[in-house]
């Protein structure tokens, strides 16, 4: 019989070890998730107002009246103001008196009916 104690494995390699380990690994796990978890809603330790975005303003080129670049200014505010469904005639008379049709072969579209 004292042969039969010494041919026994050791605790960790039986079903019931094994279990036990997995239980206290599990159970450790859970708690430092938890730990994280409170540790994460803390508050932080030097709340104050959120810092304010940068924004930096849309600066447009004075260009010269009836160039290309004035011409494509016009077009991109055309198409800025179409996306926000309005159509300012003014500026369709300044693309007509600054002649980039003629001049680039640029075009704006048709009028919408209001």
């Not at 998730?33 to 004075?62: C, E, F, Y």
Request: aromatic fraction near 8%; glycine fraction near 14%; hydrophobic fraction near 35%.
């Amino acid at each position: 019989m004292a042969d039969q104690g010494s041919e026994r494995g050791s605790f960790w390699t039986s079903l019931p070890g094994i279990l036990t380990g997995a239980t206290a690994l599990i159970t450790a796990g859970g708690g430092l998730g938890g730990l994280a978890i409170w540790q994460h809603n803390k508050p932080s330790p030097t709340p104050g107002p959120a810092p304010a975005p940068i924004v930096n303003p849309v600066v447009k080129p004075d260009y010269p009246k009836g160039s290309r670049q004035w011409c494509d200014q016009k077009v991109a505010d055309w198409s800025a103001e179409m996306a926000n469904g309005t159509d300012d005639a003014a500026l369709r008379t300044a693309f007509r008196e600054g002649e980039c049709g003629k001049k680039y072969g640029l075009r704006l579209g048709k009028p919408q009916a209001k």
